[in-house]
Protein backbone atom coordinates (compact mmCIF):
# COMPACT_ATOMS: atom_id res chain seq x y z
CA UNK A 1 0.00 0.00 0.00
CA UNK A 2 1.45 3.78 -0.88
CA UNK A 3 2.78 5.53 1.59
CA UNK A 4 -0.36 7.97 3.36
CA UNK A 5 2.36 11.03 3.22
CA UNK A 6 2.69 10.55 -0.43
CA UNK A 7 -0.60 9.69 -1.24
CA UNK A 8 -1.79 12.80 -0.08
CA UNK A 9 0.66 14.99 -1.54
CA UNK A 10 -0.12 14.14 -4.52
CA UNK A 11 -4.03 14.18 -4.29
CA UNK A 12 -4.13 17.16 -2.74
CA UNK A 13 -5.56 18.89 -5.73
CA UNK A 14 -30.32 41.11 11.85
CA UNK A 15 -33.67 42.32 12.81
CA UNK A 16 -36.49 40.70 13.07
CA UNK A 17 -40.18 42.40 11.55
CA UNK A 18 -43.59 41.27 12.94
CA UNK A 19 -45.75 39.28 10.88
CA UNK A 20 -49.45 37.50 10.50
CA UNK A 21 -49.42 35.35 7.86
CA UNK A 22 -46.73 32.34 6.95
CA UNK A 23 -46.07 34.44 3.62
CA UNK A 24 -43.94 36.88 5.87
CA UNK A 25 -42.06 34.43 7.07
CA UNK A 26 -40.52 34.35 3.70
CA UNK A 27 -36.21 34.55 4.03
CA UNK A 28 -33.96 36.64 1.86
CA UNK A 29 -32.15 33.42 1.09
CA UNK A 30 -35.17 31.96 -1.11
CA UNK A 31 -34.66 33.20 -4.13
CA UNK A 32 -33.89 32.07 -7.25
CA UNK A 33 -29.91 31.28 -8.21
CA UNK A 34 -27.77 34.42 -8.76
CA UNK A 35 -25.54 33.71 -11.90
CA UNK A 36 -22.72 35.80 -10.92
CA UNK A 37 -19.70 34.29 -10.42
CA UNK A 38 -18.51 32.51 -7.42
CA UNK A 39 -17.71 35.49 -4.67
CA UNK A 40 -14.18 35.43 -3.02
CA UNK A 41 -13.90 34.46 0.59
CA UNK A 42 -13.37 37.49 2.65
CA UNK A 43 -9.82 37.78 4.73
CA UNK A 44 -10.69 36.93 8.54
CA UNK A 45 -10.95 34.15 10.69
CA UNK A 46 -13.82 31.93 10.64
CA UNK A 47 -15.70 33.76 13.24
CA UNK A 48 -14.90 36.78 11.29
CA UNK A 49 -16.24 35.53 7.88
CA UNK A 50 -18.83 33.92 9.56
CA UNK A 51 -20.79 37.44 10.53
CA UNK A 52 -20.06 38.91 6.67
CA UNK A 53 -23.79 38.82 5.82
CA UNK A 54 -22.66 40.37 2.66
CA UNK A 55 -20.99 37.48 1.69
CA UNK A 56 -23.10 34.79 3.17
CA UNK A 57 -26.20 36.39 0.98
CA UNK A 58 -24.16 35.82 -2.19
CA UNK A 59 -23.67 32.47 -1.20
CA UNK A 60 -27.02 31.71 -0.28
CA UNK A 61 -28.03 33.24 -3.36
CA UNK A 62 -26.16 29.98 -4.95
CA UNK A 63 -28.48 28.11 -3.87
CA UNK A 64 -32.47 27.81 -5.97
CA UNK A 65 -34.37 27.73 -2.34
CA UNK A 66 -38.66 27.23 -2.63
CA UNK A 67 -40.74 30.22 -1.92
CA UNK A 68 -43.43 28.11 0.05
CA UNK A 69 -41.58 28.18 3.78
CA UNK A 70 -38.66 29.02 5.75
CA UNK A 71 -36.63 26.19 5.39
CA UNK A 72 -35.08 25.18 8.57
CA UNK A 73 -34.77 21.25 8.14
CA UNK A 74 -31.52 21.33 6.64
CA UNK A 75 -30.67 17.96 8.13
CA UNK A 76 -32.64 15.60 6.35
CA UNK A 77 -30.72 15.68 3.26
CA UNK A 78 -28.23 19.00 1.54
CA UNK A 79 -29.89 21.36 -1.44
CA UNK A 80 -27.41 21.02 -4.26
CA UNK A 81 -25.98 24.39 -4.64
CA UNK A 82 -26.64 25.55 -8.40
CA UNK A 83 -23.46 24.88 -9.65
CA UNK A 84 -23.34 21.64 -8.60
CA UNK A 85 -27.35 20.80 -9.68
CA UNK A 86 -25.51 21.83 -13.08
CA UNK A 87 -23.25 19.54 -12.92
CA UNK A 88 -25.21 16.96 -12.09
CA UNK A 89 -27.54 17.72 -15.10
CA UNK A 90 -24.35 18.07 -17.47
CA UNK A 91 -23.32 14.01 -16.06
CA UNK A 92 -26.84 12.72 -16.13
CA UNK A 93 -26.49 13.71 -20.05
CA UNK A 94 -23.71 12.24 -20.90
CA UNK A 95 -24.66 9.06 -19.33
CA UNK A 96 -27.85 8.44 -20.63
CA UNK A 97 -26.55 9.96 -24.31
CA UNK A 98 -23.29 7.36 -24.03
CA UNK A 99 -25.12 4.58 -22.46
CA UNK A 100 -23.47 1.51 -21.98
CA UNK A 101 -20.34 2.66 -24.03
CA UNK A 102 -19.75 5.20 -20.89
CA UNK A 103 -20.75 2.69 -18.48
CA UNK A 104 -18.44 -0.34 -19.35
CA UNK A 105 -15.51 2.03 -20.49
CA UNK A 106 -14.82 4.80 -18.67
CA UNK A 107 -16.89 5.11 -15.61
CA UNK A 108 -15.10 2.81 -13.55
CA UNK A 109 -11.64 4.56 -14.27
CA UNK A 110 -13.58 8.04 -13.47
CA UNK A 111 -15.23 6.12 -9.95
CA UNK A 112 -11.56 5.14 -8.53
CA UNK A 113 -10.70 9.23 -9.22
CA UNK A 114 -13.91 10.30 -7.69
CA UNK A 115 -12.31 7.67 -4.76
CA UNK A 116 -9.09 9.19 -4.40
CA UNK A 117 -10.45 12.65 -4.26
CA UNK A 118 -12.98 11.82 -1.51
CA UNK A 119 -10.37 9.90 0.34
CA UNK A 120 -7.71 12.65 0.27
CA UNK A 121 -10.29 14.95 1.34
CA UNK A 122 -10.73 12.79 4.60
CA UNK A 123 -6.97 12.16 4.76
CA UNK A 124 -7.81 8.72 3.54
CA UNK A 125 -6.31 6.22 1.84
CA UNK A 126 -8.42 4.95 -1.12
CA UNK A 127 -8.41 1.15 0.18
CA UNK A 128 -10.22 2.64 3.42
CA UNK A 129 -13.27 3.76 1.53
CA UNK A 130 -16.45 2.72 -0.48
CA UNK A 131 -19.17 4.77 -1.67
CA UNK A 132 -22.39 3.21 -0.76
CA UNK A 133 -25.89 4.82 -1.48
CA UNK A 134 -25.82 6.51 1.75
CA UNK A 135 -24.63 6.04 5.74
CA UNK A 136 -27.35 3.67 6.58
CA UNK A 137 -26.87 1.18 3.93
CA UNK A 138 -22.57 1.66 5.34
CA UNK A 139 -23.55 0.84 8.42
CA UNK A 140 -26.33 -2.12 8.21
CA UNK A 141 -22.97 -3.56 6.25
CA UNK A 142 -20.67 -2.84 9.11
CA UNK A 143 -22.79 -3.72 12.06
CA UNK A 144 -24.48 -6.72 10.00
CA UNK A 145 -21.39 -8.42 8.49
CA UNK A 146 -19.49 -8.17 11.85
CA UNK A 147 -17.62 -11.20 12.68
CA UNK A 148 -16.12 -11.25 16.50
CA UNK A 149 -19.27 -11.21 18.34
CA UNK A 150 -19.82 -14.69 20.18
CA UNK A 151 -22.22 -15.85 22.23
CA UNK A 152 -22.40 -14.46 25.64
CA UNK A 153 -20.92 -10.96 24.48
CA UNK A 154 -22.57 -7.43 25.08
CA UNK A 155 -23.37 -4.85 22.49
CA UNK A 156 -23.70 -1.39 23.41
CA UNK A 157 -25.78 1.71 22.02
CA UNK A 158 -27.65 4.40 23.73
CA UNK A 159 -30.94 6.40 23.03
CA UNK A 160 -29.69 8.82 20.67
CA UNK A 161 -28.46 6.70 18.62
CA UNK A 162 -30.34 6.71 15.45
CA UNK A 163 -33.22 4.15 15.44
CA UNK A 164 -31.65 1.98 11.79
CA UNK A 165 -28.68 1.37 13.50
CA UNK A 166 -30.27 0.55 16.67
CA UNK A 167 -32.17 -2.72 14.94
CA UNK A 168 -29.09 -3.43 13.57
CA UNK A 169 -27.23 -3.69 16.60
CA UNK A 170 -30.74 -5.83 17.92
CA UNK A 171 -30.38 -8.44 14.91
CA UNK A 172 -26.82 -8.61 15.60
CA UNK A 173 -27.02 -9.41 18.87
CA UNK A 174 -29.97 -12.04 18.21
CA UNK A 175 -27.58 -14.19 15.57
CA UNK A 176 -25.08 -14.50 17.84
CA UNK A 177 -26.71 -15.05 21.39
CA UNK A 178 -25.07 -11.68 22.21
CA UNK A 179 -26.64 -8.96 24.78
CA UNK A 180 -27.92 -5.80 24.58
CA UNK A 181 -27.11 -3.17 26.75
CA UNK A 182 -28.54 0.20 26.11
CA UNK A 183 -27.87 3.88 27.72
CA UNK A 184 -29.37 7.27 28.55
CA UNK A 185 -27.02 10.51 27.33
CA UNK A 186 -27.66 12.55 29.69
CA UNK A 187 -29.58 16.40 28.68
CA UNK A 188 -28.51 18.66 28.77
CA UNK A 189 -25.06 17.19 27.97
CA UNK A 190 -21.43 17.92 28.99
CA UNK A 191 -18.34 16.30 28.35
CA UNK A 192 -17.50 14.69 31.82
CA UNK A 193 -21.37 13.33 32.07
CA UNK A 194 -21.36 11.66 28.81
CA UNK A 195 -18.00 10.03 29.40
CA UNK A 196 -19.12 9.32 32.95
CA UNK A 197 -22.13 7.20 31.30
CA UNK A 198 -19.65 5.72 29.16
CA UNK A 199 -17.34 4.15 32.18
CA UNK A 200 -19.56 2.88 34.05
CA UNK A 201 -21.23 0.59 31.47
CA UNK A 202 -18.04 -0.66 30.14
CA UNK A 203 -16.92 -1.03 33.91
CA UNK A 204 -20.52 -3.32 34.19
CA UNK A 205 -20.54 -4.97 30.68
CA UNK A 206 -17.01 -6.85 31.05
CA UNK A 207 -18.05 -8.44 27.66
CA UNK A 208 -18.60 -5.91 25.65
CA UNK A 209 -17.58 -5.85 22.29
CA UNK A 210 -18.99 -3.79 19.72
CA UNK A 211 -19.98 -0.14 20.60
CA UNK A 212 -22.35 2.23 18.40
CA UNK A 213 -21.48 5.40 18.33
CA UNK A 214 -23.01 8.67 16.89
CA UNK A 215 -20.75 11.68 15.82
CA UNK A 216 -23.53 14.35 15.10
CA UNK A 217 -26.36 13.31 16.65
CA UNK A 218 -29.36 13.41 14.24
CA UNK A 219 -31.79 13.83 17.49
CA UNK A 220 -30.62 16.85 19.57
CA UNK A 221 -27.49 17.70 17.55
CA UNK A 222 -25.06 16.76 20.77
CA UNK A 223 -21.58 15.59 19.24
CA UNK A 224 -20.51 13.38 20.76
CA UNK A 225 -16.43 13.13 22.33
CA UNK A 226 -15.56 10.00 20.36
CA UNK A 227 -12.30 10.61 19.80
CA UNK A 228 -11.78 10.03 23.82
CA UNK A 229 -15.36 7.37 23.99
CA UNK A 230 -13.35 4.81 21.81
CA UNK A 231 -10.05 5.52 23.26
CA UNK A 232 -11.60 4.18 26.58
CA UNK A 233 -13.47 1.47 24.34
CA UNK A 234 -10.37 0.31 23.00
CA UNK A 235 -8.57 0.27 25.88
CA UNK A 236 -10.98 -2.33 27.25
CA UNK A 237 -11.05 -4.54 23.60
CA UNK A 238 -14.19 -2.98 22.39
CA UNK A 239 -14.56 -2.19 18.62
CA UNK A 240 -16.65 0.84 17.71
CA UNK A 241 -18.59 1.37 14.62
CA UNK A 242 -19.25 5.45 14.32
CA UNK A 243 -21.73 6.76 12.46
CA UNK A 244 -20.69 10.10 11.29
CA UNK A 245 -24.11 10.18 8.63
CA UNK A 246 -24.17 14.25 9.29
CA UNK A 247 -20.46 15.13 10.06
CA UNK A 248 -18.42 15.96 6.98
CA UNK A 249 -18.94 19.28 6.04
CA UNK A 250 -21.29 19.85 9.55
CA UNK A 251 -18.71 20.02 11.58
CA UNK A 252 -14.68 19.38 11.98
CA UNK A 253 -14.53 15.49 11.28
CA UNK A 254 -11.19 14.13 11.43
CA UNK A 255 -11.57 10.20 10.81
CA UNK A 256 -8.34 9.24 10.82
CA UNK A 257 -8.33 11.13 14.68
CA UNK A 258 -11.65 9.19 15.45
CA UNK A 259 -9.47 6.26 16.68
CA UNK A 260 -12.24 4.30 15.14
CA UNK A 261 -12.20 1.06 12.53
CA UNK A 262 -15.41 1.24 11.37
CA UNK A 263 -17.28 4.62 9.72
CA UNK A 264 -20.45 5.33 7.81
CA UNK A 265 -21.19 8.72 6.36
CA UNK A 266 -23.10 10.88 4.00
CA UNK A 267 -22.08 12.73 0.94
CA UNK A 268 -25.75 13.98 0.17
CA UNK A 269 -25.73 15.95 3.65
CA UNK A 270 -23.74 18.67 4.39
CA UNK A 271 -21.54 18.11 1.00
CA UNK A 272 -24.03 18.55 -0.94
CA UNK A 273 -23.91 16.08 -3.27
CA UNK A 274 -27.20 14.75 -5.25
CA UNK A 275 -28.95 12.33 -3.00
CA UNK A 276 -27.83 8.84 -3.44
CA UNK A 277 -24.52 8.86 -2.51
CA UNK A 278 -22.74 7.71 0.93
CA UNK A 279 -19.41 5.89 2.21
CA UNK A 280 -18.14 3.00 4.37
CA UNK A 281 -14.80 3.71 5.75
CA UNK A 282 -13.01 0.86 7.09
CA UNK A 283 -9.26 1.12 8.62
CA UNK A 284 -7.03 -1.42 7.43
CA UNK A 285 -6.59 -3.01 10.80
CA UNK A 286 -10.59 -3.82 11.17
CA UNK A 287 -10.83 -5.13 7.90
CA UNK A 288 -10.73 -8.24 9.19
CA UNK A 289 -13.25 -8.06 11.54
CA UNK A 290 -15.88 -7.37 8.47
CA UNK A 291 -16.97 -9.98 6.68
CA UNK A 292 -17.54 -10.06 2.51
CA UNK A 293 -20.96 -8.73 1.49
CA UNK A 294 -23.68 -11.45 0.23
CA UNK A 295 -20.75 -13.92 -0.81
CA UNK A 296 -18.77 -11.75 -2.61
CA UNK A 297 -15.85 -12.97 -4.53
CA UNK A 298 -13.85 -10.27 -4.20
CA UNK A 299 -10.14 -10.11 -2.41
CA UNK A 300 -10.86 -10.27 1.55
CA UNK A 301 -7.42 -7.49 1.67
CA UNK A 302 -10.08 -5.37 -0.22
CA UNK A 303 -12.99 -3.02 1.43
CA UNK A 304 -14.94 -3.49 -1.70
CA UNK A 305 -15.60 -6.98 -0.87
CA UNK A 306 -17.52 -5.71 1.93
CA UNK A 307 -20.24 -3.80 0.26
CA UNK A 308 -21.93 -4.41 -2.83
CA UNK A 309 -24.70 -2.57 -4.35
CA UNK A 310 -24.75 -3.68 -8.08
CA UNK A 311 -25.91 -0.63 -9.97
CA UNK A 312 -26.12 2.53 -9.21
CA UNK A 313 -26.51 6.56 -10.30
CA UNK A 314 -23.57 6.90 -12.31
CA UNK A 315 -24.13 10.57 -12.51
CA UNK A 316 -24.41 11.37 -8.74
CA UNK A 317 -21.00 9.93 -8.12
CA UNK A 318 -19.46 11.77 -10.90
CA UNK A 319 -20.87 15.06 -9.40
CA UNK A 320 -19.02 14.55 -6.20
CA UNK A 321 -16.04 16.42 -7.18
CA UNK A 322 -18.24 19.04 -8.01
CA UNK A 323 -19.93 19.41 -4.64
CA UNK A 324 -16.63 18.83 -3.49
CA UNK A 325 -15.17 22.40 -5.18
CA UNK A 326 -17.96 24.22 -4.41
CA UNK A 327 -17.45 22.98 -0.63
CA UNK A 328 -13.96 23.78 -0.80
CA UNK A 329 -14.29 27.13 -2.09
CA UNK A 330 -15.90 28.37 0.90
CA UNK A 331 -13.58 26.42 3.24
CA UNK A 332 -14.51 24.13 5.56
CA UNK A 333 -13.48 26.56 9.24
CA UNK A 334 -15.80 28.84 7.50
CA UNK A 335 -18.62 26.89 6.66
CA UNK A 336 -18.25 25.40 10.06
CA UNK A 337 -18.42 28.83 12.04
CA UNK A 338 -21.34 29.87 9.74
CA UNK A 339 -23.45 27.23 10.50
CA UNK A 340 -22.56 27.31 14.13
CA UNK A 341 -23.04 31.11 14.39
CA UNK A 342 -26.88 31.08 12.52
CA UNK A 343 -27.44 28.26 15.44
CA UNK A 344 -26.51 30.42 18.38
CA UNK A 345 -28.27 33.21 16.69
CA UNK A 346 -31.78 31.26 17.98
CA UNK A 347 -30.06 29.52 20.74
CA UNK A 348 -28.53 32.45 22.61
CA UNK A 349 -32.25 33.81 22.83
CA UNK A 350 -34.48 31.10 23.73
CA UNK A 351 -32.50 28.90 25.79
CA UNK A 352 -33.59 31.39 28.60
CA UNK A 353 -36.97 31.69 27.63
CA UNK A 354 -39.23 29.88 29.95
CA UNK A 355 -41.47 27.03 28.53
CA UNK A 356 -38.22 25.97 26.73
CA UNK A 357 -36.08 23.29 26.69
CA UNK A 358 -33.19 23.81 24.69
CA UNK A 359 -31.40 20.25 24.26
CA UNK A 360 -27.66 20.84 23.04
CA UNK A 361 -25.45 22.67 25.06
CA UNK A 362 -23.31 25.10 23.83
CA UNK A 363 -19.76 23.58 24.36
CA UNK A 364 -18.32 24.71 20.95
CA UNK A 365 -17.02 21.18 20.62
CA UNK A 366 -20.59 19.53 21.60
CA UNK A 367 -22.43 21.27 18.95
CA UNK A 368 -22.52 22.04 15.46
CA UNK A 369 -25.93 23.30 13.16
CA UNK A 370 -28.52 21.12 14.50
CA UNK A 371 -29.83 21.40 18.24
CA UNK A 372 -33.50 20.71 19.08
CA UNK A 373 -35.98 21.98 21.37
CA UNK A 374 -39.87 20.70 23.62
CA UNK A 375 -41.86 22.90 24.98
CA UNK A 376 -41.22 22.07 28.86
CA UNK A 377 -42.76 19.21 30.11
CA UNK A 378 -44.33 18.14 26.50
CA UNK A 379 -41.96 14.97 25.51
CA UNK A 380 -44.68 13.40 23.98
CA UNK A 381 -45.03 12.52 20.12
CA UNK A 382 -48.49 14.09 19.49
CA UNK A 383 -47.38 16.88 21.21
CA UNK A 384 -43.87 17.75 19.10
CA UNK A 385 -45.81 17.03 16.26
CA UNK A 386 -48.49 19.55 17.35
CA UNK A 387 -45.63 21.85 17.57
CA UNK A 388 -44.01 21.56 14.17
CA UNK A 389 -47.47 21.69 12.50
CA UNK A 390 -48.09 24.85 14.39
CA UNK A 391 -44.76 26.37 13.30
CA UNK A 392 -44.82 25.58 9.50
CA UNK A 393 -49.46 26.63 9.69
CA UNK A 394 -49.18 29.63 11.57
CA UNK A 395 -45.03 30.98 11.16
CA UNK A 396 -44.35 29.47 7.77
CA UNK A 397 -41.05 27.82 9.64
CA UNK A 398 -40.51 24.24 8.85
CA UNK A 399 -39.30 21.55 11.21
CA UNK A 400 -39.17 18.52 11.93
CA UNK A 401 -40.11 15.89 15.36
CA UNK A 402 -37.47 13.68 16.31
CA UNK A 403 -38.29 10.74 18.78
CA UNK A 404 -36.70 7.82 20.55
CA UNK A 405 -35.01 10.29 23.47
CA UNK A 406 -35.13 8.93 26.60
CA UNK A 407 -36.15 12.57 27.74
CA UNK A 408 -38.85 12.81 25.32
CA UNK A 409 -39.67 13.49 21.88
CA UNK A 410 -38.16 16.81 20.42
CA UNK A 411 -38.21 19.21 17.86
CA UNK A 412 -35.17 20.02 15.39
CA UNK A 413 -34.19 23.05 14.01
CA UNK A 414 -31.37 23.17 11.66
CA UNK A 415 -30.07 25.70 9.50
CA UNK A 416 -28.05 25.56 6.40
CA UNK A 417 -25.99 27.96 4.24
CA UNK A 418 -29.03 28.80 2.19
CA UNK A 419 -30.63 30.26 5.75
CA UNK A 420 -29.87 33.80 6.60
CA UNK A 421 -30.42 35.59 10.27
CA UNK A 422 -34.13 36.61 9.62
CA UNK A 423 -34.73 33.46 9.35
CA UNK A 424 -33.73 32.62 12.81
CA UNK A 425 -35.30 35.52 13.93
CA UNK A 426 -38.42 34.63 13.09
CA UNK A 427 -38.00 31.36 14.69
CA UNK A 428 -37.29 33.27 17.67
CA UNK A 429 -40.49 35.21 17.55
CA UNK A 430 -42.73 31.97 17.07
CA UNK A 431 -41.01 30.34 20.28
CA UNK A 432 -41.41 32.83 22.12
CA UNK A 433 -45.40 33.50 20.92
CA UNK A 434 -45.47 28.94 21.70
CA UNK A 435 -43.94 29.21 24.80
CA UNK A 436 -46.31 32.13 25.82
Known amino acids: MPDRRRFLRHAAAATAGAFTLPAAALSRGTRTHDAAPMPTTPAGSPAEVARDEDYWERIAARYEVTREVTNLEGGYYGLMATPVREA ?40 EIAFTRNATEALQALIGQYNLLRPGDTVMYADLDYPSMQQSMDALAARHGATVVTLTIPEPASHAAIMAVYEEALRRNERTRLLLLTHANNKTGLIHPVRDVTALARSRGVDVVVDAAHSWGHVPFDPTGLGADYIGINLHKWIGAPIGVGAMIVREAGLAGIDRAHGDPGPLDRIDSRIHTGTTNFATLLTVPDALDFQ ?22 VRGLDGIDVLAPDDPDLVGAITSFRLHGQGGTDANRAVVQRLLDEFGIFTVARNGIAGGDCVRVTPALYNLPPDLDRLVEALRALAG
Not at 101 to 125: C, D, I, K, S, T
Open 328 to 349: EAIGFENKFARVRYLRDLWVSR
Open 88 to 127: FHRHTNRVNRENSYFARREFFRLAQEVRERAAAALGLMPG
